[in-house]
């Protein structure tokens, strides 16, 4: 398996002197191609067209079936002269060649100059060809699917202007002219074309260059930003530049819509200071580099506080300051950060040991962060000394993470592919395991979990996503996707559950690629059209449904002839004062008082037409975390915490009496107050008091009920992992929709089929819900505080119909209407009033102890050398709920940051342009997959050099910073994190010079010289097994591999040394050699497994059997396995008081209580291993049944 492209044709004479006489010219474009790839499921020939006086390359990227590993393309010199694309069709052994373009390399030379893109036309009418014998369907039921061939094609111009036609049907070209100051040598992108099938689809948008001189020398660069849309008929991507833009006015880089600059951008070279100004050359940011050309000072025009940053003498950063807010860095002689002294005086410091760095915080606790030799973290310690580990190891075919908790086997297991791909999440402790499964171009194809199976498909040409389809048992949830281009313009959600409604949304593009309308229809009811509006210069949104939208400085006004919500914002861009009036009376105010540190410290409310000022005053610990609440100065709930940042004790409104919170070792709750608290081995919430929670093995909540008030809660999901359903023992039946392409965790609609009422809930440009609309008619109005949370609901006759006051970490003490229903809750979560849990994205938040039901494992990939800081795997924003977390430490060190808190919303002008992050609920992995960003028009994996270079240079040319970010993350700032997937690693299992493959099923091993002797005697044992690929477990905690071997076994016993029992290598390898005589067939048959255990990985090779007698039989174990557990499990939920899996009789139970079973009964599958063997042994794919109920199923 492998890949092969080049950017040339081979020893033709034509293609020869036509090569060599744009060599010089191409060479940076070919240099681009010759990308190294690692062996990859599809096999790729490409190479260039004859070069035509435009263009150097073309490539045209067919993604087809993997070809036998016999076959190859043609030599090079049989097809010196062939133009096209080289597609191996499996098997034949042999290219089909697409034609490209009929004229010659001599007609194209002497076309016309003004011709961008030549041959265009006829490359992307190539016929699309189907490979004659398809993939191998790995499907295995249902409708899963990637036979499917997608067609890229990338030009690339002697200029280095390259073109993208996506399989999708959009079109995006990169054009370029000579830098002004670089001259040819480097010329700049100045202009993007991208064009859809739509109405007036097409958006240019380019940068003009300019320069300031003085006494022959270039005082001032500037560049402008300008973005048209809608060109006249007629003018297309191949047209001459001077039909695709005005003449150039003098050299800056300004962005214009409709003939409008958007923003202009001048360095000058003498004072070292680049502007940044707006469409009308109106002041807006300075910012000021040093000798060295570092940033020091970023300076709005307007009453923003600007940022200052110092530098030490090694170059380092060692100050940052922004107004009142500010931290400084001290460095050691080896570049290291040895401290951190904030704003309020307090510090963090670091200290190096040999392997190790020892964080210490202000109030003395202290975490040690251990490091592996590659400087990858392998351990953290806690402040109460408990010791958490980390590795990476090397399976075959995969790497595996693996988390140890302080004590217990309750290791957390995460598989990832070669490409970073990540492969499954097993949680040993219960059994808990997700699989996922990917199609042929690293597209997201299955997900299997418990009893659910997701199916994602794709369209057969353009690879989008075309379905999502979740199946568990009964229930059904499909979403289908219709699109153009990258675009989304129709999302239908059905489900088969008796009782649910079907929804549909149709959305309406503009040629800048924003959603100008959309149209909902839930339940066969069309509800109103909602318009949308933006800015065409900045961006900004100007109307959406029924309500506009007033900027005047960085100040928001949301309003409609009965509403008015005002946000004003201080000097940081923080929201420091909301206003909402309707018919003109003031219903709602709050002001926000900030500390040095970004952290609130005091608000002060109004919630009604005539109430009182309210306020509300906080104190912190001197490590940040919330201390104490007072209301009108008078303390009311105080807060401690343990070493490792769990809430302690607390004092909950005017009573004295303190409430302990107890923990163990590994974090996990056991009690608060009386409460007892039960946790499952894998850190899930189990029992709280009389009420039990289920988890499936996504981390999904899908039950909750009560064994003493006899209520219950149960919830679906959609295949994406976002709550669709709620339904209650008592009746109550709710369905949540998500019609919102740009944030999908949003709940835009909701339908209660209590009332057959549909409510549409509007969010403001922070996010946070304003006002809900029902689909009789019924307007709401709701007043949130600076991290949305609802406090109060008006009617649309300004009547106040419910208010609610919280706790500083979310719970509800009061609740004037309890019977009108608001599904938001805590900072903007869904509330759930019973359970008293706010769903988070895919977690869930507990109000009552103000932490997460479930540990957060993705931290542990945000730790790194460069990124230490305090954590706690069930913590709830550092135990600091009242603030967020990018108002508290962010010093805005890049222009994109600058330009959102002016206001400016470039990414809806410039199609491509980076969002910002302002998903307060995580998402799910698979929806992150499979959400459509613009930015990432081309998802397909990148094979080809010239790949790589299209993704670079779309990037860099929406890119406004000069030069980046100034900091790494754990200096300060609100950097990205980088999110590594490796740790510290132990050794392989063979050694140094060993290389292990499988070809086909079968292993093949060779060794160099580096090899020890235990390597080549392990290397020579697996040597032509076979390998039993999709039957690998995890027994015991170990990784455990199948091989058969056929043939005697004397030769490699002889070679190990030992015919039976077990022994260690010096390389501390653990081999057992078992062996046993079976009868079969009437004849004596022996058979001998050869056992190799080396740390969590056993290779298990087996001699005397056939390939499909040892699967048999490893699927047989894995089905008692899974059996047993699941005897064990439902003995334990018995005895812990909990509903069992079925409705026992009381003579079931005591009989399951006392033997461990029950007669008559047998534990079945409910997923077939036949079509997915991964879940043999999986405790939660078994479910409990008669024989005479099998039959009736």
């Given at each position: 398996m492998g890949l092969s492209s080049s950017s040339s044709s081979s020893s033709s004479s034509s293609s020869s002197s036509s090569s060599s006489s744009s060599s010089s010219s191409s060479s940076s474009a070919r240099a681009a191609t010759h990308h190294k790839v690692r062996s990859f499921p599809l096999l790729l020939c490409a190479y260039a067209l004859a070069p035509t006086s435009q263009f150097s390359s073309i490539f045209q990227l067919h993604l087809v079936p993997e070809a036998s590993s016999r076959a190859g393309c043609v030599p090079a010199a049989s097809r010196s002269t062939v133009r096209g694309v080289c597609m191996m069709e499996r098997g034949e052994g042999q290219c089909k060649v697409s034609p490209a373009c009929s004229s010659s390399s001599s007609s194209s030379s002497s076309s016309s100059s003004s011709a961008?893109?030549?041959?265009?036309?006829?490359?992307?009418?190539?016929?699309?060809?189907?490979?004659?014998?398809?993939?191998?369907?790995?499907?295995?039921?249902?409708?899963?699917?990637?036979?499917?061939?997608?067609?890229?094609?990338?030009?690339?111009?002697?200029?280095?202007?390259?073109?993208?036609?996506?399989?999708?049907?959009?079109?995006?070209?990169?054009?370029?002219?000579?830098?002004?100051?670089?001259?040819?040598?480097?010329?700049?992108?100045?202009?993007?074309?991208?064009?859809?099938?739509?109405?007036?689809?097409?958006?240019?948008?380019?940068?003009?260059?300019?320069?300031?001189?003085?006494?022959?020398?270039?005082?001032?660069?500037?560049?402008?930003l300008r973005a048209r849309r809608g060109l006249l008929h007629g003018m297309s991507l191949g047209g001459s530049q001077e039909q695709l833009s005005e003449p150039p006015q003098d050299g800056f880089k300004p962005c214009q819509v409709h003939n409008r600059n958007l923003l202009s951008l001048d360095f000058d070279r003498i004072t070292r200071t680049e502007k940044v100004y707006d469409d009308h050359r109106k002041f807006t940011l300075r910012i000021h580099y040093d000798q060295a050309g570092r940033p020091t000072l970023w300076a709005p025009s307007s009453r923003l506080n600007g940022v200052n940053v110092t530098y030490s003498a090694a170059g380092h950063v060692a100050g940052i300051q922004r107004g009142t807010m500010s931290?400084?860095?001290?460095?050691?002689?080896?570049?290291?950060?040895?401290?951190?002294?904030?704003?309020?005086?307090?510090?963090?410091?670091?200290?190096?040991?040999?392997?190790?760095?020892?964080?210490?915080?202000?109030?003395?606790?202290?975490?040690?962060?251990?490091?592996?030799?590659?400087?990858?973290?392998?351990?953290?310690?806690?402040?109460?000394?408990?010791?958490?580990?980390?590795?990476?190891?090397?399976?075959?075919?995969?790497?595996?993470?693996?988390?140890?908790?302080?004590?217990?086997?309750?290791?957390?297991?995460?598989?990832?592919?070669?490409?970073?791909?990540?492969?499954?999440?097993?949680?040993?402790?219960?059994?808990?395991?997700?699989?996922?499964?990917?199609?042929?171009?690293?597209?997201?194809?299955?997900?299997?979990y418990d009893t659910t199976r997701i199916g994602f498909s794709y369209d057969e040409v353009t690879g989008m996503l075309k379905t999502v389809n979740l199946q568990s048992e009964g229930f059904t949830c499909t979403i289908r996707y219709r699109q153009i281009g990258p675009l989304i313009d129709r999302q239908i959600f059905r489900f088969s559950e008796e009782g649910m409604v079907n929804a549909r949304?149709?959305?309406?593009?503009?040629?800048?690629?924003?959603?100008?309308?959309?149209?909902?229809?839930?339940?066969?009811?069309?509800?109103?059209?909602?318009?949308?509006?933006?800015?065409?210069?900045?961006?900004?949104?100007?109307?959406f449904g029924k309500f506009g939208v007033i900027y005047y400085d960085i100040n928001q006004i949301i309003t409609t002839a009965v509403m008015t919500h005002t946000k004003h914002f201080d000097a940081y861009g923080r929201v420091k004062e909301v206003q909402y009036e309707i018919f003109r009376s003031l219903m709602y105010w709050m002001m926000v008082q900030y500390d040095n540190m970004g952290r609130v410290v005091a608000k002060e409310l109004k919630v009604g037409p005539y109430a009182n000022t309210t306020r509300y005053t906080y104190e912190y610990d001197a490590d940040g975390q919330l201390q104490v609440v007072s209301i009108n100065d008078k303390p009311l709930w105080r807060y401690s915490y343990d070493l490792n940042g769990n809430l302690h004790l607390l004092s909950p409104g005017n009573s004295a009496r303190l409430t302990p919170l107890r923990y163990d070792i590994r974090d996990?709750?056991?009690?608060?107050?009386?409460?007892?608290?039960?946790?499952?081995?894998?850190?899930?919430?189990?029992?709280?008091?009389?009420?039990?929670?289920?988890?499936?093995?996504?981390?999904?909540?899908?039950?909750v009920y009560n064994r003493v008030s006899g209520w219950s809660i149960k919830y679906r999901y959609d295949g994406v992992g976002r709550r669709v359903s709620s339904r209650s023992s008592a009746g109550h039946h709710l369905q949540f929709f998500y019609a919102d392409l740009s944030s999908p965790t949003r709940v835009t609609h909701m339908y209660n089929h209590s009332s057959s009422e549909i409510t549409s809930l509007y969010y403001?440009?922070?996010?946070?819900?304003?006002?809900?609309?029902?689909?009789?008619?019924?307007?709401?109005?709701?007043?949130?505080?600076?991290?949305?949370?609802?406090?109060?609901?008006?009617?649309?006759?300004?009547?106040?119909?419910?208010?609610?006051?919280?706790?500083?970490?979310?719970?509800?003490?009061l609740d004037s209407n309890p019977s009108f229903q608001l599904i938001i809750g805590y900072q903007g979560g869904l509330y759930e009033p019973l359970s008293k849990l706010v769903h988070m994205g895919r977690r869930d938040y507990d109000v009552l102890a103000g932490r997460w039901t479930t540990p957060n494992h993705e931290i542990w990939k945000r730790l790194n050398s460069n990124h230490i800081v305090p954590f706690n795997l069930y913590m709830f924003k550092n135990n600091n709920p009242l603030s967020n977390n990018e108002e508290i430490k962010c010093y805005m060190t890049d222009v994109n940051s600058w330009l959102v808190t002016f206001g400016f919303q470039l990414y809806n002008v410039i199609p491509g342009y980076r969002k910002p992050n302002t998903e307060a609920m995580e998402p799910?992995?698979?929806?992150?997959?499979?959400?459509?960003?613009?930015?990432?028009?081309?998802?397909?994996?990148?094979?080809?050099?010239?790949?790589?270079?299209?993704?670079?240079?779309?990037?860099?040319?929406?890119?406004?910073?000069?030069?980046?970010?100034?900091?790494?993350?754990?200096?300060?700032?609100?950097?990205?994190?980088?999110?590594?997937?490796?740790?510290?690693?132990?050794?392989?299992?063979?050694?140094?010079?060993?290389?292990?493959?499988?070809?086909?099923?079968?292993?093949?091993?060779?060794?160099?010289?580096?090899?020890?002797?235990?390597g080549r005697r392990m290397a020579a044992v697996l040597n032509d097994a076979f390998y039993l690929e999709d039957l690998h477990f995890t027994v015991a905690g170990t990784d455990t591999h199948y091989f058969v071997k056929l043939g005697s076994v004397e030769g490699d016993l002889a070679l190990i040394g030992m015919t039976v029992g077990r022994r260690t290598?010096?390389?501390?390898?653990?081999?057992?050699?078992?062996?046993?005589?079976?009868?079969?067939?009437?004849r004596t048959r022996r058979i001998t497994?050869?056992?190799?255990?080396?740390?969590?990985?056993?290779?298990?090779?087996?001699?005397?059997?056939?390939?499909?007698?040892?699967?048999?039989?490893?699927?047989?174990?894995?089905?008692?396995?899974?059996?047993?557990?699941?005897?064990?499990?439902?003995?334990?939920?018995?005895?812990?008081?909990?509903?069992?899996?079925?409705?026992?009789?009381?003579?079931?139970?005591?009989?399951?209580?006392?033997?461990?079973?029950?007669?008559?009964?047998?534990?079945?599958?409910?997923?077939?291993?036949?079509?997915y063997p991964e879940l043999a042994d999986s405790v939660n794919n078994i479910h409990f049944m008669r024989q005479s109920e099998m039959g009736r199923r």
């Open positions: 961008r893109f030549p041959c265009l036309s006829n490359t992307t009418r190539t016929k699309h060809e189907t490979p004659t014998d398809h993939w191998a369907d790995r499907r295995r039921g249902g409708d899963i699917s990637d036979e499917y061939q997608v067609r890229n094609s990338y030009f690339i111009g002697l200029d280095g202007a390259l073109r993208l036609v996506l399989a999708n049907g959009m079109e995006v070209s990169l054009h370029t002219e000579p830098h002004l100051l670089a001259g040819t040598v480097n010329p700049t992108v100045s202009k993007r074309n991208v064009t859809l099938a739509i109405d007036n689809g097409l958006n240019l948008v380019e940068w003009r260059q300019r320069k300031e001189q003085a006494r022959g020398q270039v005082t001032v660069y500037g560049r402008r931290v400084r860095m001290e460095y050691d002689q080896n570049g290291r950060i040895t401290s951190q002294i904030f704003a309020d005086g307090k510090s963090w410091s670091y200290t190096y040991l040999e392997k190790s760095m020892v964080l210490l915080l202000y109030s003395q606790r202290q975490y040690i962060f251990e490091f592996d030799k590659n400087d990858r973290l392998s351990s953290v310690t806690m402040p109460n000394v408990a010791r958490q580990t980390l590795e990476t190891s090397r399976s075959i075919g995969y790497y595996r993470n693996t988390y140890r908790p302080p004590e217990g086997n309750a290791s957390v297991l995460q598989d990832y592919s070669e490409n970073g791909q990540l492969l499954q999440t097993t949680y040993l402790g219960t059994g808990r395991r997700v699989i996922y499964k990917y199609g042929k171009l690293s597209k997201l194809l299955e997900i299997l949304f149709d959305y309406v593009y503009d040629n800048s690629f924003r959603v100008t309308s959309m149209q909902a229809v839930i339940n066969e009811t069309p509800l109103p059209i909602d318009l949308y509006r933006y800015d065409d210069v900045s961006g900004k949104t100007e109307q996990r709750i056991t009690r608060l107050g009386d409460v007892q608290y039960r946790v499952d081995e894998d850190g899930f919430l189990k029992q709280r008091g009389n009420e039990y929670f289920e988890y499936n093995s996504a981390g999904l909540l899908i039950k403001d440009l922070q996010g946070h819900l304003f006002a809900m609309e029902l689909s009789s008619g019924d307007e709401f109005y709701v007043a949130c505080d600076n991290i949305g949370t609802p406090l109060a609901v008006f009617s649309g006759s300004g009547l106040m119909i419910k208010q609610i006051l919280h706790t500083a970490f979310g719970e509800v003490y799910s992995y698979e929806l992150v997959r499979t959400q459509i960003k613009t930015q990432e028009w081309d998802s397909t994996k990148s094979l080809l050099g010239v790949q790589c270079e299209v993704q670079r240079q779309l990037k860099a040319f929406v890119k406004l910073e000069r030069f980046g970010q100034i900091y790494r993350s754990k200096s300060a700032g609100c950097a990205q994190t980088e999110s590594k997937k490796v740790f510290g690693s132990g050794g392989s299992i063979f050694g140094k010079g060993v290389k292990f493959a499988i070809r086909e099923g079968r292993v093949s091993t060779d060794i160099i010289s580096l090899a020890n002797e235990d290598l010096e390389t501390g390898v653990n081999v057992t050699v078992s062996q046993v005589n079976t009868v079969l067939n009437g497994d050869i056992q190799l255990q080396y740390g969590a990985l056993c290779l298990n090779t087996r001699y005397g059997s056939s390939v499909d007698e040892e699967k048999a039989r490893v699927l047989e174990l894995a089905r008692q396995r899974a059996v047993a557990q699941a005897w064990a499990r439902e003995r334990q939920r018995l005895r812990d008081g909990e509903e069992g899996s079925r409705t026992w009789t009381e003579g079931e139970k005591q009989q399951l209580l006392g033997s461990g079973k029950v007669q008559g009964y047998d534990g079945y599958y409910v997923v077939s291993v036949d079509q």
